[in-house]
């Protein structure tokens, strides 16, 4: 089982005619022991992709337009806030450049 799996990450910001498509599709998984690197050009919604595994991106501008994100097979997708909070820092972290 993976520690960490994202299927189909939808996210946009902005809504109705001006809403642009910032992450689009994104499926990735991690085991137990594995590290991931995202790596693309400047832009390309690898910081957004990161921070929507914590869900850290407000939900305005933003708004989830598809996909889960499964954290010990736990949906976060439909976490409380309070939930959210104890594993920000604890079972999700961030190492950037």
Do not use: W
């Amino acid at each position: 089982m993976a520690l960490l799996e994202i299927n189909n990450l939808k996210l946009e910001f902005g809504s109705g005619s001006d809403a642009v498509q910032v992450v689009n599709g994104v499926s990735l998984s991690i085991r137990e022991g594995e590290t991931l690197c995202l790596v693309g050009e400047s832009g390309s919604g690898k910081s957004v992709t990161a921070q929507s595994i914590a869900r850290l991106i407000p939900c305005t501008p933003a708004s989830n337009h598809g996909g889960e994100i499964l954290l010990d097979g736990k949906d976060e997708m439909k976490m409380d806030k309070r939930n959210l909070l104890s594993i920000r820092g604890v079972e999700v972290r961030y190492i950037y450049q």
